[in-house]
């Protein structure tokens, strides 16, 4: 039981350090460290180091492999370098360099250098002083005045930075607000829907409903229009599907002529979609659940290779298809997903060619409303995404 309850804690514990950023520090002077409700002045990317600072080292946060946006918002990144600062005795972080989610990972990560400064007050956000209030005796010094000193520092540090200040959140919102990409490989099972024509004999209508059934392999390529890392988003992209199915018997053949002859009768069908779609995606706050959903428009190429006991002949033909995917994909490592859907097909071949692969003879039929051969299938599917 205890040996029971060691491993459960130590796998939590695990869990949950996987999902804390990585964070590395080079000390190069360690002071005496600060208490933990002490302030620690934040400088951006953009602002410049402190003059009358001292530097003590740097720290570095980034992506453990397994943190989540959730785990690392630049707010987040910005509090664990503050924290470390604290240990190494600094009371200020001047970040110098940010890089917001991208293709390498899906957090924030940050670089910043740590140092000690004579007065803090100079670097820490202040109101602006209301210089319409003055004191009610000339001999007694306006609010104005009285505040100059105290505030001296901050205002000369507003002056030069209150665009960073006042705009954080915006600056944050333009950050990370950008392109999405998503890639995708998967395989699966295959059913197409048209109808076994009625009338024939059990043995040929079972051979045609296996050839009902197949497997699937594709992929797809989205870019999605600039948005947030989790919540909504729409996108176009491109799609490649491929269709077959392959069943043989052997038996006595009856051709149109009235003649018959014994051998093997088979057929191998490919249909090859490729197509433009609209696609969304909804990304969960922690970027480990994706729903996703495509609406697609493209061309299908049909290709059936029958042969039978006197003939070796090629059909094929083409024609629009319209394609719907709904899917689900959870994550297994930072950009890299495993995903299942569900697709359909429609579409119809309102004419066949006909090829004799014998005597090269060729000819095409155009087919009927009733006549036309169905495009139409469902897939179940699953594979490998990456969603950047």
């Known amino acids: 039981m205890n040996t029971l309850k060691i491993t459960v804690i130590a796998v ?21 460290p600060l208490p933990a409700d002490a302030q620690v002045a934040l ?58 989610p ?24 202040h109101s602006v002083v209301d210089t319409s209030y003055v004191s009610v005796s000339p001999e007694q010094p306006s609010v104005k005045e009285t505040e100059k000193t105290s505030v001296r520092g ?20 333009k950050i990370t ?76 053949f009856q051709y149109d002529d009235g003649s018959s002859a014994e051998g093997i009768v088979s057929d191998d069908i490919f249909i090859l979609y490729s197509g433009v779609m609209y696609a969304m995606r909804f990304i969960s706050e922690d970027r480990r659940n994706i729903f996703w959903l495509n609406y697609g428009l493209g061309l299908a190429n049909y290709i059936d290779k029958g042969i039978t006991p006197k003939q070796n002949i090629t059909t ?13 994909d959870f994550q297994v490592v930072n950009n890299l997903y ?16 006909y090829k004799d692969n014998t005597s090269g003879e060729k000819k095409t039929v155009a087919l009927g409303s009733k006549q036309r051969e169905s495009l139409a299938q469902i897939s179940l599917a699953a594979g490998l995404k990456f969603h950047f």
Request: proline share 4%; charged share 20%.
């Open 12 to 32: 939590a514990a695990h869990a949950l350090c996987a999902c804390s950023p990585k964070v590395v520090t080079n000390i190069l002077v360690q002071r005496d």
């Open 177 to 252: 607000r950008r392109p999405g990409y998503r890639i995708g490989v998967y395989g699966g099972y295959g059913y197409r829907l048209a109808k076994v024509q009625s009338g024939l004999d059990n043995v040929l209508t079972n051979y045609l409903k296996k050839l009902k059934n197949g497997f699937n392999l594709g992929g797809d390529f989205t870019y999605f229009f600039p948005s947030q890392p989790t919540g909504f988003s729409q996108g176009i992209g491109a799609k490649f599907n491929f269709f077959k199915a392959k069943n043989s018997l052997y038996g006595t």
């Open 102 to 125: 991208d293709f390498v990972s899906s957090i924030h990560r940050i670089k910043a250098d740590i140092y000690n400064v004579p007065d803090i007050y100079n670097y820490l956000p």
């Open 43 to 100: 400088l951006g990317e953009p602002d410049p180091a402190p003059a009358d600072g001292e530097k003590l080292g740097e720290v570095r946060v980034g992506d453990s492999g397994f943190t989540t946006l959730k785990h690392a918002t630049y707010e987040i990144v910005s509090d664990i370098a503050k924290d470390k600062a604290k240990d190494a005795g600094g009371n200020l972080v001047k970040i110098t360099e940010h890089k917001a």
């Open 316 to 328: 094929s033909g083409s024609g629009l298809s319209y394609n719907l995917d709904l899917g689900y």
């Open 338 to 353: 495993f995903g299942m859907a569900a697709s359909l097909y429609t579409g119809a071949l309102a004419a066949l060619t």
């Open 154 to 173: 901050a205002h000369s540090y507003a002056a030069v930075h209150s665009s960073s200040a006042v705009t954080k959140e915006e600056s944050l919102d």
